[in-house]
């Protein structure tokens, strides 16, 4: 059964950077897409950015400029380069994956099938 394990969350000021990564271990197999989804107190799970095995991405409006997403297809691997943070970006991070293969990285939250514990990012002064 995989599992996926975020890392790289912490403090950082307003305009400060980090990089989330997400590794899969004890999987065996490779995923066809992966995505970054947050989680603020208060508010419901909302995509941040995905992207297929095949290299195709989907980023979120807030994301957009700022974020990347990356992966490693022979790690099962994925990575979150945030920059320019804003103290709204505070959540805890979490990344999903599926095993199907998917041309676009737009899927719907409920295709996931492995989900990881998360990792906090506050974005304060």
């Known amino acids: 059964q995989g599992q996926l394990v975020e890392s790289g969350g912490g403090l950082v000021q307003p305009g400060g950077s980090l990089r989330l990564s997400c590794v899969a271990s004890?999987?065996?197999?490779?995923?066809?897409?992966m995505a970054w989804y947050r989680q603020a107190p208060g508010k419901q799970r909302e995509l941040v950015a995905a992207?297929?095995?095949?290299?195709?991405?989907n980023l979120a409006d807030s994301a957009q400029d700022r974020f990347t997403i990356s992966m490693d297809n022979r790690k099962n691997t994925a990575y979150l380069q945030m920059n320019s943070l804003k103290p709204e970006d505070t959540a805890v991070y979490y990344c999903?994956?599926?095993?199907?293969?998917?041309?676009?990285?737009?899927?719907?939250?409920?295709?996931?099938?492995?989900w990881g514990q998360g990792t906090q990012v506050t974005v304060s002064s």
């Open positions: 999903g994956a599926t095993r199907r293969r998917y041309t676009s990285a737009r899927l719907a939250y409920s295709l996931y099938e492995y």
């Open positions: 004890g999987s065996g197999f490779s995923f066809g897409v």
């Open positions: 992207i297929t095995s095949g290299g195709t991405t």
